[in-house]
């Protein structure tokens, strides 16, 4: 929302192409802050669900399930995120047309997934799980289809440095999904089914700082240029805050 105005602008000055490398650095801030989330929400989908919905006629059973669609949705997460910086690209060039097709297929191919999905899985939960995956699937085979089109428009969307960037990010992401499953065996704690609240709080903060933590420090090792970025926009409040303490 906060790119648009911008890329309206260059876009009717003739600067096209710059228009390209922004929408294209977008992504890679985006995707710096979506891949951390979408791991840990991935890994901790469980105990946050017992947080928030596990009161009153919702059982521990049923919000473990909430908690598993959750955790279905965020392998779908990243590719929503990128599609959506992508119809920016098309709003501002004043084309409503080419999302409204891409609207049709990400729909058409979800409809298609679910039913089959729906029909050829188990009765009750299994079916949910199938939706989600349906819903996960269009958005990733619409980010395959659509980049290369806005590229097009463009004449350039930075995608070698984005593609190179997303990798780097894929692999910080790896590791720290791999740290917090050593760090589950290890140190043994995890949530199980029917725990208390707390511990189930107790979890998500502990199994998410691992996976933070991690992910920042592979991120830099591999030289992500867009985390030092956010780092440095962060930083600079809680510098000014503390200055003022």
Known sequence: TAQLP???????????????????????????????????????A?????????????SAEQAQQLGIVISIFMLGLPAFT?????????YAREDTRTPFFFAVLTNAIMVALALAGFSSAGPGAT?????????????????????PVLQRSYGTLDSRRTLSV????????????????????????GFRLGESKLDALIDLVASSA????????VARLLRVGELTELLEWTG??????????
Do not use: C, D
Request: proline share 3%; no cysteine; aromatic share 8%.
């Open 166 to 189: 997303l990798l780097r990010l894929a692999a910080a992401g790896f590791a720290a999904l791999v740290a917090e499953v050593l760090a589950l065996g290890v140190l043994g704690f």
């Open 236 to 245: 600079k409040p809680l510098r000014k805050l503390v200055g003022r303490g």
């Open 127 to 147: 079916q949910v799980n199938a939706l989600a995956v349906a819903y996960s699937a269009a958005a990733i085979v619409t980010l395959v289809v659509a980049w």
């Open 82 to 90: 990128l599609y959506y910086i992508l119809q920016r690209g098309w």
């Open 46 to 58: 469980e105990p946050l669900a017992a947080l928030l919905f596990n009161y009153g006629a919702t």
């Open 210 to 217: 691992v996976i933070l933590v991690v992910f920042i420090l």
């Open 6 to 44: 911008g890329l309206s602008r260059m876009v009717h000055s003739g600067q096209s192409p710059r228009a390209g490398i922004e929408i294209g650095h977008t992504m890679r801030l985006v995707m710096t802050v979506i891949t951390p989330i979408a791991i840990a929400l991935f890994l901790t």
